[in-house]
């Protein structure tokens, strides 16, 4: 063979806060991967326990293994997007420092992607729930579920890139369609597992990474990032434990084990209503960012409409603090009008119950600017005539 493919590199990004009587294992389980072409980051969000000071210890036995230590403590998703900045892999891993890897993960993840016939954003696997250093059940219920729900689709799987990948050397296990199910891009349940557990092409965290007030998200980015990715460019689930997640008391998604008819996490997400106005949001004000490339454009408006939630700016009137999506639309009409266009855009402000007032200001003072632009072109072809 006249050339060498080379394999793809996979980041896998360490969270760490006051975690340090984990950390060890979590960095452990990384290093034993039987995929080899990775890099780990360590980010550490200004501990105050030994976490350094383990961090020093490994890294003295893995010198290649990166740690970069916050002066002041952020929060998970500014840790992450630190993280982010320095990754160089074409996927992404966040492991939280608590969790371990299970020796296959990392290959697994990549056999799904190159097995699919869906480019998706992210692929997630299931999580055996662990209770000091006992396994206490091999599902956290999220995945079982959804699998049951979902429909098998015997055509999402093609073996030819993995038989490609292992002409140049690079083996990965095999994976059959009833292993995977797909998650529609419309779907705006929670269907995955947790952070850890969760495996992100490198460009659908690029296109989503610039989002402003992401980094001020201090908790629950996972629940920013998946419903985002997959909203945009959606996800399969794999039906594998691959990762050790530690139930010790402070977990932020799963508080008790898995039982059958029973919730292992709480029933009321009090970060879902603020992570879909920080997409929102994004996606109003960097609307040519995301449609540049996009097959339909217009799809952005339907996300938008999906995540719309009622706005909690405190003087709002009625019609906008029933929908953050009208006031948006209202506030960024002259910027989004030349993407849209003018009658989509009155469709759109129409369908969200922007009153019809407000709707016929814009549009006349859209013709008045058209007018002024027309009489100024027409004098300027009087002058040059004569």
């Avoid at 799963?254 to 709480?266: I, M, P, T, V, Y």
């Avoid at 040519?288 to 217009?298: D, Q, T």
């Avoid at 007018?371 to 100024?376: F, L, P, Q």
């Amino acid at each position: 063979m006249g050339y060498h493919l080379q394999p793809p590199l996979v980041s896998i990004i360490v969270l760490n806060y006051n975690y340090g009587r984990f950390l060890r294992d979590a960095i452990e389980s990384v290093r034993e991967q039987t995929y080899p072409h990775l890099e780990c980051i360590v980010v550490d969000d200004a501990s105050t326990d030994d976490s350094l000071s383990v961090l020093e210890g490994l890294k003295a036995g893995w010198p290649s293994l990166q740690v970069l230590a916050l002066g002041v403590n952020s929060g998970q998703s500014a840790a992450a997007l630190e993280g982010l900045a320095r990754a160089t892999g074409d996927y992404i891993l966040f492991l939280d420092a608590d969790d371990i890897l299970f020796p296959a993960c990392v290959a697994s993840h990549l056999a799904v992607h190159m097995s699919s016939r869906r480019p998706v954003g992210f692929s997630c696997c299931d999580a055996v729930q662990i209770l000091g250093e006992r396994m206490v059940i091999a599902r956290n219920g999220n995945i079982s579920r959804s699998f049951r729900s979902l429909p098998e689709e015997p055509d999402l799987v093609s073996e030819s890139a993995l038989i490609q990948l292992a002409e140049h050397g690079i083996h990965l296990p095999t994976i059959t369609a009833d292993q995977l199910r797909s998650i529609e891009q419309r779907n705006m349940d929670w269907p995955w597992s947790t952070t850890s557990c969760m495996f992100f092409r490198r460009e659908a965290l690029e296109l989503i990474r610039g989002a402003a007030g992401l980094r001020q998200l201090r908790i629950a980015t996972d629940n920013f990032l998946a419903h985002a990715v997959n909203l945009l460019s959606g996800s399969i689930i794999l039906d594998a434990s691959l990762v050790g997640y530690r139930l010790h008391g402070q977990n932020g998604f799963n508080k008790r084990a898995a039982l059958e008819g029973f919730l292992c996490h709480n029933r009321v997400d009090e970060h879902f209503d603020k992570t879909c106005r920080v997409f929102l949001d994004d996606l109003i004000v960097r609307f040519p960012h995301y449609s540049a490339n996009m097959e339909r454009p217009v799809r952005i408006l339907e996300i938008c409409r999906k995540i719309d939630r009622p706005d909690d700016e405190k003087g709002l009137p009625f019609w906008a603090a029933r929908s953050r999506l009208a006031r948006l639309l209202v506030e960024w009409h002259d910027e989004l009008e030349p993407f849209i266009g003018s009658r989509s855009l009155q469709t759109w402000m129409l369908r969200v119950r922007v009153p019809f007032w407000i709707r016929l200001r814009l549009w006349l003072r859209r013709r008045i600017q058209e007018d002024r632009i027309s009489s100024s072109m027409r004098d300027r072809f009087h002058s040059h005539s004569l």
